[in-house]
């Protein structure tokens, strides 16, 4: 019973979103934003196994997102709704509900694939490098998607809210958060179950001493492939997500500035703790809406002080000087995080009745 | 046959002949010791036959199986560990948590059976952790389970290395400067300890010392490099009346 404490938990709090939201009880944009932030967790504990874990500095993780949400919306359309790119449904769409599973494994597994670009050059090469590579494969991904104008190239690809809606009309649930609500919990207890095996803790031994690792029986080159292909598969799971959320993709949503998003819930939360970046996740997500209404409120606030020229307006735009100014200030004064590779049972020692990190 | 069987191994490192023509052949059941100045090519032999350097000429056979082209994790499963000169533990991981990690080559469980915890998972990290515990135990280090190793002082850590080595089940054991760092109480804890390895798990241990009293009062044959040759080999009362070997160690007299 206790051992199962945390899931039981996730179980109850998920029914009781559901239930709530169908009851009305959440507008729009409070269940966009509670959604947002299963997507978010998603994508920052996954990154969180390369740059955490494995002490590799990851920087072009929206990268796999983007092959995610691409494979996601594509298969999606093709399965469930009638296009001019792929013609008739190839499923009823009555199926959707039992059959969207199936889409987002199979986005999964083709984000897995494209995380061997990053895998088998980390064989050879390491750290700073290998970070250079990894902002390569970002841009690889995203140049090869715009320049398919079959699936609409820089425009950009749409219809897969009529995947949702066929969900809808079989059962009136909210759909997108039940299939959030199990993407975030498949994903969590997956990495938690591999950080806690013996096969996983090689991940942890190839980063804090590889050549100890390798000669005492640890096949480095495997554990590598391995964790880099979990970790873009998890966020291909993301971004499938993600193109549902929206209905809509755009490489461009996927650049150098998404996997900033995610360096800095990773930093945040503290490297190799899941539960650190779990909540940092939260907290990030939470954060960026706010901004939504405080650089309003400070522009009004500063051209009332008179502290702003009355042609200067501070617009959105701000919220990508604030989220890398908080990389910038995390880097140097607690590079660690807030939980370092901690797990908040190490802080909260009570926790441990319920669960165990071991 | 041999356990290990090194024959003519060579090993340049661009224009730098690190190793030249190196021959040994270890019985299941030795004790033996590879001792030479700083820099004789030492710690080149070692990295060669645990398969982290592949030889330039030469060939190493340990329990029978050529191991060139395996790679030093493979080399590891057929029954081979070592520990290092410089402490090489995973630091931010529990004592543990470094023993059950040493246990990679044997898992047999993949990822699926890791994220879906299958019965065969089960069943193989109930073992992991007995052995595990078994290993401190036996290496009286069982107070230090939860411990990170680099909360611990030089000695215990030198230690949990020797222990996460044996829980491999070696059938040969490298120790690469055991002694190395230790206090001279600890190196006769150290001496009592290897014995007493040798003489329970009844394996074969290949050691690289500088300490003098720790090979001599070990080791059953030394041999001695110089630069990459082999100048001398033979017990340790021959190798100490050797006049190459004192030559290697305090130099040439005639000036």
Redesign the interface.
Known sequence: MQRRAVNILFLLAAVWLVAATQAGYFDHYVLTVLMFMGINIIFATSLNLVNGYMGEFSCGHAGFMCVGAYVGSLLSVAFFSSSKLFGDPLFPPELAPFLFPLVLILASLVAALFGLIVALPSFHTRDDYLAIITIAANYIIISLIENIDLIGGPRGFSGMKRTINAMTDVVDLPWMLIWVLIGTFVCVT?LY??VT??????I??VC??E???????????GVKI?AFM?SSGLAGLAGALYAHLYGYVNAQAFNILKSTEGLVMVYLGGM?SLSGVILAAVAFTLMVELLRFIIPAMNDLLHAGGLLPASFELSQIWKWVLIPLILILLMQFRPEGLLG?KELTHVFPRLKRWVSFK | MALLEINGLTQRFGGLQALTNFSISLEAHDLIGLIGPNGAGKTTVFNLVSGFYTPTEGTITFNGKPTRGLKPHQVAGLGMARTFQNIRLWNDMSVLDNIRIAQSHWLGYGFLDAVWRSGRYRRVEKGVEKKSREILDIMGLTEFTDELPKNLPYGLQRRVELARALSTNPKLLLLDEPAAGLNSADVDGLIRHIRWIYDEFRICIWMIEHQMKVVMSLCQRISVIDFGRTIAAGTPAEIQANPDVIKAYLGDDTL
């Open positions: 997956l179950r591999l095996s013996t096969y996983g803790k090689g942890s031994a804090q001493n050549v100890a690792a390798e000669i005492m029986g640890v096949n480095t080159n391995m979990v190799g590779n």
